[in-house]
Each structure stands twice: as C-alpha cells, then as structure tokens.
C-alpha cells in the first residue's frame, strides 16, 4: 500500500541551494576579513616622526609683531597641549586681493598696519590618515588654527607640513 511513500526520495540539487551555499561563504569570508589580525607597520619604535609645520597668521596688527619668539612652546588653544616649538618667524606685509569694481581687473593692495606673520614650528608627530597629528591634533593644510605661545594668543592656518629631513635637504638646496 505505502510502498511509494517508504521509499527514499532522491535529492535534487537546484538552484536555491547554489544560491544559499553562496551566501553563506560569502558570510564566512566577510567575518573572517573584519576579525582577522591587523597590523600596523611602524616606522619608529614609538611611532612618531619630527616633523616641521608653519604657521600663516594674516592680517595681525603691526604691534604684535616680536611677540612670539624662536624656542617658545607652541600650545593647541582648544585641548591645551603641547604643539611643538618655535625654530623660526618671518614677518612680511599683509596684502588684499580683490576685484576693481570699475575696470574690473584683480587688485592687490598693501594693508596699512597689517603684516602677515609665519611661524615655523617643529614637533613630534604620529602619521594618521596620509596626514600628521601632533598630541591630538590633526595638522591639516589651510584650515583655522587656534594656538598659544607665552606672550600671544592667535589663529592661523597651516601653510606646509614635512618631516624634518625634507626640510633640512630643502634648506641645503637653497642655500647653494
């Protein structure tokens, strides 16, 4: 009477179960991609580099001028850390660049009793990111700087970064 339903049913292998058997590797190969160890290549034995950073402070009044100096600490004025050392500041006028409204050319003209300061600032550094931070702070070219030394309180922006290496060959370039 039953003897069809005792029987053995063969398995037929269709395409839900290609389907199914795919995503389930493709499950296990993304588990093991995210939890598999990474590692981190350091140059360093802690991990940071000396770099030299400048500082662009423009327009600043004419008398601020002399008050930051060559060996001052040079603090972040948001998080209150250490941001490096002064090597050196340049001092040169502050210029306006803008449209004549009636010839309609570009114009540069000399703010009077404005000068634009450059502060040269170097500083340990841990590589993140294609980029440099320096005890939490990300130096990213052009973008506002609040800092603080002894005698000033600014905001700038970061004109060049480069490890000191770079920047001592440039200088020997420059020199010859």
């Keep these: 009477m039953n003897s069809n ?8 292998f269709n395409f839900i ?23 981190v290549v350091i140059s360093d034995s802690d ?31 948001v998080s ?6 002064v090597t050196d500041v340049s001092y040169s006028a502050c210029y306006y660049t ?9 114009v540069k003209s000399a703010y009077p009793g404005m000068i634009t300061m450059t502060v040269t600032v170097k500083a ?3 590589p993140e990111n294609g980029g440099y931070t320096v005890n939490g702070r990300e130096l990213i070219l052009d ?4 800092f603080r030394v002894p005698a000033f309180t600014g905001t700038g922006k970061c004109v060049s970064v480069s490890t000191a290496d770079a920047e001592m060959k440039n200088e020997r370039s420059a020199g010859q």
């Design 124 to 126: 340990q550094a841990s």
């Design 47 to 77: 991990g940071t580099e000396e770099i030299v950073y400048r500082l662009e402070i423009s327009p600043m009044r004419e008398e601020f001028r002399n008050l930051v100096s060559v060996g001052d600490t040079v603090t972040d004025a």
């Design 98 to 106: 803008g449209l004549d409204r009636t010839t309609g050319e570009n």
């Design 5 to 12: 339903s005792q029987e053995k049913k063969k398995y037929v």
């Design 17 to 39: 179960d290609v389907l199914l058997i795919v995503v389930f590797l493709a499950g296990a190969l993304s588990l093991v991609y995210f939890l598999r160890e990474r590692r």
């Design 80 to 85: 209150l850390l250490p941001i490096g050392e």
């Design 143 to 146: 973008t506002g700087f609040a």
